[in-house]
C-alpha cells in the first residue's frame, strides 16, 4: 500500500475522521455483501462471488446517496428541484441530531461525559410540545415560548446532574444513564395522562402543536426543511464562542483539562459543573424543541429516537468541537435519512447505519488501528478524550 | 457521644432515612388506608409440600403490622449502630416491612400470588445477575464494563441463532459465552492495549452490538425465522427434594439449567474473589496496579483474561432470553438490561454479594410493577419501573451509604507512569 503523505495542515484535521469512514463504509460493505442471500449463492465461485458482493453494495450505498443528497428520479417536469428533497430530509434530521451533539461536546470540553443527552432531549420535546398544543398564542411568540420551555426543562435535567457531580461526587456518567430511564418513564406515563391524550386516540400520542408554534418552512410547502437547523448552527456558532472567547468558556476548559489546577486558581468547580450541565442540557432541550416544532410535530414514546445517544457518535466524530459537530451531524443526518431509502429500495436494512456510526467512532477513538491499515505517519492524534474511571 | 467518620455519618443518615419510611408507610399504609377490604397471599404454586395455602388479613391490619415491623427493626438497626455491631440483617427486615407494608396497601381487595411473585422476581434478575457477575470480574480488576448490555445481546442473538440452526438447546449455551467473550476481547484489546477511554469505548460497543444485531436480524432472521430463528428453549428441571421444600422450593430448585448455572457463577466468583490467590490479585489490580506490579503481578495479562472472562459470563446470561426463555431472538431484546446490571454493580458496591442482592431487588421491583399492573393498583406502572433507576442515582450521592469504585477502575495500565 503507497504511503498517503498529507501536506496542507488544515486538512490534516480531516484525514483521520475522513479515514475512519472510509474504513467504517469498508466493514459496512463487507456486511452487506456477506448477509446477501443472492451473494452468498456464488459462494464457490470468487469472480462471481465479487462481482454480486460488488453490485449488492453499490445499490445499497447508492440508495444511501439517494436518499440523502440527490435523486433525480424524484425530478418532475415541473419542478426539476425536487430531486434535491432527500437533501432537505437531511437538514432535517441533521438539526436535532446536530444540537444534542453540541450538548455532548460541550460537556467533554469540561471533562464531562453526558451520556444523559437523550434524557435532557426528552423533557425539551416534553415541554416544547406542551406550550405548543396547550396554549393559544400570536405566531412568533408562541413559537418562542415554546422553544424557551424546551431550553429551560432540559437545562434542569442536565443542570441537576452537574449538581449531584459539584456536590456528592456522583459520577455523571452512571448518573445519565439512570436518568435516561426516568425520563422515558415520565414520557410514557405522561402519554397516559388526559392532558397528553390526543382527542379521539387511545394509543399514546399528544395532541399536534398548533401552528403559532411550528418552525417555519424555509423552501416551501414541497420540502420539510425549517428554520431548525439555522436555530442548531446558531447553536453552533454560539458554543464555539463561549468556548473559544468567553470567560465562562474559558473556566470550562480549565476544569475539562484538570480540574485541580482550576481549583486552585480560583475556579468555583462545582459552579462550572453545575453550569456546564445546565447549558449542555439546553441545547439538548432545544433539540428536542427543534424536532418537535421543525418535523414531528406530535410525542410518542419514541420521540427522541436514537438522537440522544447518536449525539454521543456526532460529538465523538466531531472531537468535541463545534464545527466538528456540524459536519459530523450532517453526515450522520445524512445516513439517517438515507438509510430509509436504502431500506425500502434495496435488501439493506437501516441498521447498517447505527453499524457504521459505532465503527466511525471506534476508529476514531482509536487512531492507531486507522494509521496501521493506511500506513499514516505524521498524522495529528490528539488525546483530547482521555481515559478516566468512575473515581476521575 | 464520639465523632464519627464520614462513612459511619452516612450510615447513620441512612438508618434515619430507613425510621422515616417505616414510620411514613405505617401512617399511609396502615392508618390512613380505609379498613375493610382484605388482601389475600396465595403460598402454594405447584405440588410442594403445603406448610401454610394461604394468608387471609384486612390489608389495614397487614399495613400497619408490617409497618411496625419496620420500625421495630429500625430500632434495633439503631442500637446495633450504636453499639458498633453489623447493622445488615436489621436492614434487610425493615426493608422487607416497609416493603411489604406497601404491598398490602397496593394489593388490598386482591389476590397475591406470593410464591410466583418471588420467583418472577428471581427470573427477570437472572440476566441482571448474569451482567453485574461480569460487571464484578471486570472491574474488580480495574477496566470499566459498560458493554455489559452488549455482551448481552450478543450472547442472546448468537446462541438463539445457532440453537435454532442446530436445533439444539446444548449447543446454544455453549456458543453464548464466545459470543459474549468476543465482546469484552474487543473492549480488552481497546482498553489494555490502546488504552482508549473505557466509558467511551463500552459505549460504543453496544452501538456496534446494536447495530449488528438489528442488521442481521432484519436481514436474516426475520425473512428465514424458520432455519435461522425458531430455537428450542430449555426445560425447567425439578431438582429432587429440594424443590418440594415450601415457599422456598419452587422458586430456587424448579429452574431451567442457566439458573443454576448461575448459581455456581455466584459462588464461585464471590469465592475466588476473596479466597483465592486469582482472587487477591485481581483485586490488587483494581485498586493499586503499581504496587501489584511491583510484586511481580502481570497487571495487563491479569486484566484481560478477566475481561475475556467477564465476557464469557455475560454472554451466557445473554443466553437466557434465547434458549432460556421465548426461544426466538427478537430486536434489542435486552432492552436495556445490561445497564440495569451496571446499576445493580454500582448499588452493590462492586462486591458479588451486594451486586446479587441489587439485582434482586430490581428484579422484584420490576416484577412487583407487572403483577401490581395486572391487578390494578393505584400507582401507575411507569413509576414503578423507574425505582431501580431512582434508587442508583440515589445510591451514588451518597446520600445514603457509600459507593466506591476500585481505585484504579478505568486507568488504562503502563508501567513507568505513575497515577
Known amino acids: 500500500m503507497r504511503k498517503l503523505t498529507v501536506k496542507r495542515p488544515s486538512l490534516r484535521a480531516l484525514t483521520l475522521p475522513g479515514l475512519a469512514f472510509l474504513l467504517a463504509m469498508f466493514f459496512g460493505a463487507l456486511l452487506i455483501a456477506f448477509s446477501d442471500s443472492t451473494v452468498l449463492k456464488h459462494i464457490g465461485h470468487p469472480i462471481s462471488f465479487i462481482k454480486a458482493a460488488g453490485v449488492a453494495v453499490w445499490q445499497s450505498y447508492l440508495a444511501l446517496f439517494e436518499g440523502s443528497v440527490y435523486n433525480p428520479s424524484l425530478a418532475t417536469p415541473h419542478d426539476a428541484l425536487l430531486s434535491w428533497y432527500p437533501l432537505s430530509e437531511t437538514l432535517v434530521t441533521a438539526a436535532p441530531l446536530m444540537l444534542a451533539g453540541l450538548s455532548v461536546a460541550l460537556a467533554f470540553r469540561a471533562g464531562l461525559f453526558n451520556i444523559g443527552a437523550q434524557g435532557q432531549f426528552i423533557f425539551g420535546s416534553i415541554a416544547a410540545s406542551y406550550v405548543g398544543f396547550h396554549f393559544h398564542w400570536p405566531i412568533g411568540i408562541h413559537l418562542i415560548a415554546a422553544v424557551i420551555a424546551a431550553v429551560i426543562a432540559g437545562a434542569i435535567w442536565g443542570g441537576l446532574v452537574g449538581l449531584l457531580k459539584a456536590r456528592t461526587g456522583a459520577h455523571e456518567v452512571i448518573v445519565t444513564i439512570m436518568l435516561n430511564y426516568v425520563a422515558l418513564y415520565f414520557l410514557m406515563w405522561l402519554l397516559g395522562t388526559t392532558t397528553f391524550l390526543r382527542p379521539g386516540r387511545r394509543d399514546p400520542i399528544s395532541p399536534d402543536v398548533l401552528n403559532s408554534a411550528k418552525m417555519p418552512l424555509l423552501a416551501g410547502s414541497n420540502y420539510r426543511v425549517n428554520l431548525g437547523i439555522f436555530v442548531a448552527l446558531a447553536a453552533a456558532a454560539f458554543v464555539w464562542w463561549l468556548l473559544t472567547r468567553s470567560t465562562w468558556g474559558f473556566r470550562f476548559r480549565a476544569v475539562g483539562a484538570n480540574s485541580a489546577a482550576a481549583k486552585t486558581a480560583g475556579i468555583s468547580v462545582p459552579f462550572v459543573m453545575t453550569s456546564v450541565m445546565a447549558i449542555s442540557g439546553a441545547l439538548a432541550g432545544l433539540g428536542g424543541a427543534v424536532h418537535v416544532l421543525g418535523s414531528d410535530f406530535s410525542l410518542t414514546s419514541g420521540t427522541a429516537g436514537n438522537f440522544g445517544f447518536d449525539a454521543i457518535t456526532v460529538a465523538l466524530l466531531g472531537r468535541a468541537k463545534p464545527m466538528g459537530v456540524v459536519f459530523a451531524s450532517l453526515l450522520f443526518g445524512a445516513l439517517r435519512a438515507g438509510g430509509g431509502t436504502m431500506q425500502a429500495n434495496t435488501n439493506t436494512p437501516i441498521d447498517i447505519v447505527l453499524v457504521i456510526q459505532a465503527l466511525v467512532v471506534l476508529f476514531i477513538a482509536a487512531p492507531s488501528v486507522v494509521k496501521w491499515v493506511f500506513r499514516l505517519k505524521n498524522v495529528k492524534t490528539t488525546g483530547e478524550l482521555a481515559a478516566k474511571g468512575w473515581n476521575g | ?419
Open chain 2, 1 to 419: 457521644m464520639k465523632a464519627l467518620s464520614a462513612a459511619q455519618r452516612r450510615r447513620r443518615r441512612s438508618l434515619y432515612v430507613m425510621a422515616a419510611l417505616a414510620v411514613l408507610s405505617t401512617l399511609v399504609f396502615g392508618l390512613l388506608q380505609k379498613s375493610g377490604q382484605v388482601v389475600t397471599y396465595g403460598f402454594v404454586l405447584d405440588k410442594e409440600w403445603v406448610l401454610v395455602q394461604q394468608w387471609v388479613i384486612n390489608s389495614r391490619t397487614a399495613s400497619l403490622l408490617f409497618g411496625l415491623v419496620a420500625v421495630a427493626a429500625s430500632g434495633v438497626a439503631f442500637l446495633q449502630f450504636r453499639a458498633g455491631k453489623t447493622i445488615g440483617i436489621a436492614s434487610a427486615v425493615g426493608a422487607a416491612g416497609i416493603m411489604m407494608s406497601f404491598l398490602s396497601w397496593a394489593a388490598a381487595g386482591k389476590f397475591i400470588p406470593f410464591t410466583g411473585l418471588l420467583q418472577g422476581a428471581l427470573l427477570l434478575s437472572v440476566p441482571l445477575i448474569f451482567g453485574s457477575m461480569a460487571g464484578v470480574l471486570s472491574e474488580r480488576s480495574g477496566v470499566v464494563n459498560i458493554a455489559i448490555e452488549g455482551q448481552l445481546l450478543a450472547g442472546a442473538f448468537v446462541s438463539g441463532v445457532v440453537a435454532s440452526l442446530t436445533h439444539s438447546t446444548f449447543w446454544g449455551l455453549i456458543v453464548a459465552p464466545f459470543a459474549g467473550c468476543l465482546i469484552s476481547t474487543l473492549l480488552a484489546v481497546f482498553a489494555i492495549n490502546f488504552a482508549i477511554d473505557q466509558i467511551i469505548l463500552g459505549f460504543v460497543l453496544n452501538v456496534l452490538v446494536y447495530g449488528i444485531t438489528d442488521f442481521l436480524y432484519k436481514k436474516l432472521l426475520i425473512p428465514y425465522q424458520a432455519t435461522w430463528n425458531s430455537g428450542p428453549t430449555l426445560a425447567a428441571i425439578k431438582i429432587p427434594i429440594l424443590w418440594k421444600i415450601p415457599l422456598l422450593g419452587p422458586i430456587l430448585f424448579d429452574q431451567s439449567i442457566i439458573v443454576y448455572l448461575m448459581y455456581g457463577v455466584v459462588f464461585l466468583i464471590s469465592f475466588s474473589l476473596f479466597k483465592t490467590k486469582w482472587g487477591l490479585r485481581t483485586r490488587a489490580v483494581g485498586e493499586h496496579p503499581t504496587a501489584a506490579d511491583s510484586v511481580g503481578i502481570k497487571v495487563n495479562r491479569l486484566r484481560f483474561m478477566n475481561v475475556m472472562i467477564a465476557g464469557m459470563v455475560a454472554g451466557l446470561g445473554g443466553a437466557y432470553f434465547t434458549v432460556g426463555g421465548v426461544g426466538a431472538f427478537n430486536k434489542e431484546m435486552t432492552a436495556g438490561k445490561g445497564f440495569i446490571a451496571l446499576a445493580a454493580l454500582i448499588f452493590g458496591r462492586w462486591t458479588p454479594w451486594g451486586a446479587v442482592s441489587a439485582a434482586l431487588l430490581f428484579g422484584f421491583a420490576d416484577n412487583l410493577q407487572s403483577v401490581l399492573g395486572i391487578i390494578g393498583t393505584p400507582i401507575p406502572s411507569e413509576f414503578m419501573l423507574m425505582v431501580p433507576y431512582l434508587v442508583t442515582v440515589v445510591a451514588v450521592t451518597g446520600f445514603v451509604g457509600r459507593v466506591r469504585a476500585p481505585a484504579a477502575d478505568g486507568t488504562p495500565y503502563k508501567r513507568g507512569e505513575s497515577h
